[in-house]
């Protein structure tokens, strides 16, 4: 055989085994190196599960806690000649309101009073619910997990209290359902199935088949372990959740893809096989005149691949011809890409699900009941393409109503939480004091609003809000500070602007020394309206703001219109001149009415 032939078949044959080595060593590496993070990220998934678990639990205790001390129910439980319709009433109210799946209350005894879930039902002993005893033994929140018509609900009791005299208890639960598995799949990057006794509960991918479950939980019973589901290979583990006692077994089975998580190694791995196919061939061409020259920087290109394979994504320079060179930097910028996209992917999530969250709470305090006598009110608020902060709120009594609108400063969870803290205590407060002066409502929120922003959150948020107290002949005392009010005056058929003199919420602790009131006074006929940044510093695309010009050109010229009218009609001339709203936007419309027509 030829010196020539002799050297091609064996450069022929060391190239072969080079490349077969080196794609298997990359092949090998990423795949152990990926299946150990995906081990260690379910595992990281467990915590996180657990810590929403947590603090799901943290926020329904404390609305328990709130509802516990509503005067209604209280009463309804304490006094013994109450109609049951009332009792029912009072806890349908209360559980359609809360969007509650268990609303139950027992008397002192641990008996069942009302079930709004079965209404028909009175009497059981529900004593043996842990929940149950211990809230009524010792009156501290107690929190756990019950299983009803094949769904879990994770349920907090509270001690039902009437003076010094313990009237019974109320339980609360809110089912482990798709929402809440969909939210701890998005902050765990992976799927989550809630499971009762093996069977799923909520909603599984496409990927999965409600007859493959039973036996996956089985399988991974006794640890975490990889499985295939349909046609997907997956990391999974089950986790308990917390407060699963007695016959029912419920817990998270947590899943990771491992064939998701494969797929950008397995990409790399084709492109790598491409790239030193081609490098294969050129050599054998050239492997004569050219081994010496092309060996130290192919073997620098094969470190470089075993790096990136075990995670070093970090810039190398590569000495060599033009084409390594060029080599060297297209996976210099592949490693770059690859850690950005990584990067990019986990902030992305994590936004997305702080949004869709503040974007849930944001709407769900908003009150749906706007009847107040004396009063013709519309509101609206509609939010931007980032969560802001607008809360309004409407809180009717006998002789009139409290009103808050306001504005968290910022964006995202963080807003959201602090707007859930303002329209609890406001509606705390005003229920359990109604006749109570604006300013001193403002002084005790501010206090619970700045401990619980600066010591618990340890954020750097504030509040404007004005906290009106409206009565029937048409007198408002007015605290806190915010938007100017626009009135429209049915007298003189003018419009004049009204401020609110006090101080934001939560930027100090002691407010006393700029703690004010006012009073302002409404006809019959006037209107007034209250609104939030958003509206006023809308801006065109020149940059101009609506401003109150705005606001007033479109009151004027629709005053004697119904209230829904007017709302929309500012809503609509605020989007003609600015389509895409940089903030959100609220409008409140209200006209005094001073005297209620009857048919005679």
Same mark, same amino acid.
């Given at each position: 055989?030829?010196?020539?032939?002799?050297?091609?078949?064996?450069?022929?044959?060391?190239?072969?085994?080079?490349?077969?080595?080196?794609?298997?060593?990359?092949?090998?590496?990423?795949?152990?190196?990926?299946?150990?993070?995906?081990?260690?990220?379910?595992?990281?998934?467990?915590?996180?599960?657990?810590?929403?678990?947590?603090?799901?639990?943290?926020?329904?205790?404390?609305?328990?806690?709130?509802?516990?001390?509503?005067?209604?129910?209280?009463?309804?439980?304490?006094?013994?000649?109450?109609?049951?319709?009332?009792? /029912?009433? +009072?806890?349908?109210?209360?559980?359609?309101?809360?969007?509650?799946?268990?609303?139950?209350?027992?008397?002192?005894?641990?008996?069942?009073?009302?079930?709004?879930?079965?209404?028909?039902?009175?009497?059981?002993?529900?004593?043996?619910?842990?929940?149950?005893?211990?809230?009524?033994?010792?009156?501290?929140?107690?929190?756990?997990?019950?299983?009803?018509?094949?769904?879990?609900?994770?349920?907090?009791?509270?001690?039902?209290?009437?003076?010094?005299?313990?009237?019974?208890?109320?339980? #609360?639960?809110?089912?482990?359902?798709?929402?809440?598995?969909?939210?701890?799949?998005?902050?765990?990057?992976?799927?989550?199935?809630?499971?009762?006794?093996?069977?799923?509960?909520?909603?599984?991918?496409?990927?999965?088949?409600?007859?493959?479950?039973?036996?996956?939980?089985?399988?991974?019973?006794?640890?975490?372990?990889?499985?295939?589901?349909?046609?997907?290979?997956?990391?999974?583990?089950?986790?308990?959740?917390?407060?699963?006692?007695?016959?029912?077994?419920?817990?998270?089975?947590? /899943?990771?893809?491992?064939?998701?998580?494969?797929?950008?190694?397995?990409?790399?791995?084709?492109?790598?096989?491409?790239?030193?196919?081609?490098?294969?061939?050129?050599?054998?061409?050239?492997?004569?005149?050219?081994?010496?020259?092309?060996?130290?920087?192919?073997?620098?290109?094969?470190?470089?691949?075993?790096?990136?394979?075990?995670?070093?994504?970090?810039?190398?320079?590569?000495?060599?011809?033009?084409?390594?060179?060029?080599?060297?930097?297209?996976?210099?910028?592949?490693?770059?890409?690859?850690?950005?996209?990584?990067?990019?992917?986990?902030?992305?999530?994590?936004?997305?699900?702080?949004?869709?969250?503040?974007?849930?709470?944001?709407?769900?305090?908003?009150?749906?009941?706007?009847?107040?006598?004396?009063?013709?009110?519309?509101?609206?608020?509609?939010? +931007?393409?980032?969560?802001?902060?607008?809360?309004?709120?409407?809180?009717?009594?006998?002789?009139?109503?409290? !009103?808050?609108?306001?504005?968290?400063?910022?964006?995202?969870?963080?807003?959201?939480?602090?707007?859930?803290?303002?329209?609890?205590?406001?509606?705390?407060?005003?229920?359990?004091?109604?006749?109570?002066?604006?300013?001193?409502?403002?002084?005790?929120?501010?206090?619970?609003?700045?401990?619980?922003?600066?010591?618990?959150?340890?954020?750097?948020?504030?509040?404007?809000?004005?906290?009106?107290?409206?009565?029937?002949?048409?007198?408002?005392?007015?605290?806190?500070?915010?938007?100017?009010?626009?009135?429209?005056?049915?007298?003189?058929?003018?419009?004049?602007?009204?401020?609110?003199?006090?101080?934001?919420?939560?930027?100090?602790?002691?407010?006393?020394? !700029?703690?004010?009131?006012?009073?302002?006074?409404?006809?019959?006929?006037?209107?007034?309206?209250?609104?939030?940044?958003?509206?006023?510093?809308?801006?065109?695309?020149?940059?101009?703001?609506?401003?109150?010009?705005?606001?007033?050109?479109?009151?004027?010229?629709?005053?004697?219109?119904?209230?829904?009218? #007017?709302?929309?009609?500012?809503?609509?001339?605020?989007?003609?001149?600015?389509?895409?709203?940089?903030?959100?936007?609220?409008?409140?419309?209200?006209?005094?009415?001073?005297?209620?027509?009857?048919?005679?």
């Amino acid at each position: 055989m030829k010196l020539r032939t002799t050297v091609f078949l064996w450069v022929l044959i060391l190239v072969v085994a080079i490349v077969g080595a080196t794609i298997g060593t990359i092949a090998i590496v990423f795949d152990r190196s990926t299946r150990t993070r995906l081990a260690e990220e379910l595992e990281r998934s467990r915590e996180v599960a657990l810590d929403l678990d947590k603090n799901r639990q943290s926020l329904h205790k404390q609305e328990c806690k709130v509802v516990a001390e509503e005067p209604r129910l209280k009463a309804v439980v304490a006094t013994e000649d109450v109609a049951r319709e009332t009792i /029912l009433d +009072a806890v349908g109210t209360l559980a359609t309101t809360l969007d509650a799946g268990v609303f139950v209350i027992v008397d002192a005894e641990g008996r069942l009073i009302a079930d709004s879930a079965a209404p028909d039902a009175e009497g059981f002993d529900l004593k043996d619910r842990e929940v149950v005893a211990k809230a009524l033994a010792t009156g501290e929140l107690q929190s756990g997990l019950w299983v009803a018509d094949g769904k879990a609900y994770q349920v907090s009791g509270c001690r039902l209290e009437f003076g010094a005299r313990v009237v019974g208890a109320l339980v #609360i639960g809110h089912a482990l359902d798709d929402a809440f598995a969909n939210t701890v799949a998005k902050h765990t990057g992976g799927e989550a199935i809630v499971v009762i006794d093996g069977a799923p509960v909520t909603q599984l991918t496409s990927e999965i088949q409600t007859a493959e479950v039973a036996p996956a939980v089985a399988k991974v019973r006794g640890g975490a372990r990889e499985l295939t589901l349909g046609d997907t290979t997956w990391f999974a583990q089950l986790v308990p959740v917390p407060g699963s006692q007695g016959e029912h077994e419920v817990e998270y089975l947590m /899943l990771r893809s491992v064939d998701r998580a494969l797929a950008p190694a397995r990409r790399i791995v084709r492109l790598l096989l491409l790239l030193l196919a081609g490098a294969a061939l050129a050599s054998l061409v050239v492997a004569l005149l050219l081994a010496r020259r092309l060996s130290r920087p192919i073997d620098a290109l094969v470190a470089r691949t075993k790096a990136i394979a075990g995670g070093d994504l970090s810039p190398r320079a590569i000495d060599g011809p033009t084409e390594v060179q060029s080599l060297g930097s297209a996976m210099d910028t592949m490693a770059k890409e690859i850690d950005e996209s990584r990067k990019s992917l986990a902030e992305k999530e994590r936004l997305k699900g702080e949004l869709e969250i503040a974007a849930r709470i944001q709407t769900s305090i908003l009150p749906r009941d706007l009847t107040v006598s004396g009063l013709q009110i519309a509101a609206k608020m509609m939010t +931007a393409t980032e969560v802001g902060g607008d809360y309004y709120d409407v809180v009717a009594n006998e002789d009139g109503c409290w !009103i808050a609108i306001g504005d968290v400063s910022g964006h995202g969870l963080t807003a959201g939480l602090v707007m859930m803290m303002v329209q609890t205590g406001v509606a705390t407060l005003v229920r359990s004091q109604p006749d109570a002066n604006p300013k001193d409502v403002i002084r005790s929120l501010n206090t619970v609003l700045y401990e619980n922003v600066h010591d618990r959150l340890e954020a750097e948020r504030h509040m404007t809000l004005s906290l009106l107290r409206y009565r029937r002949d048409g007198g408002i005392v007015v605290a806190g500070a915010h938007m100017d009010a626009v009135v429209w005056r049915a007298a003189t058929q003018k419009t004049e602007t009204l401020g609110t003199p006090g101080t934001f919420l939560a930027i100090t602790q002691d407010i006393e020394h !700029i703690n004010q009131e006012v009073s302002w006074q409404v006809s019959d006929g006037d209107l007034m309206i209250l609104l939030t940044d958003g509206v006023t510093e809308a801006e065109n695309a020149a940059g101009k703001a609506f401003e109150y010009t705005g606001v007033t050109r479109v009151l004027e010229a629709q005053a004697t219109d119904p209230v829904e009218k #007017i709302r929309d009609a500012l809503f609509t001339a605020l989007i003609k001149h600015s389509p895409t709203l940089a903030d959100d936007a609220t409008i409140m419309v209200l006209r005094y009415v001073a005297r209620v027509k009857t048919d005679t």
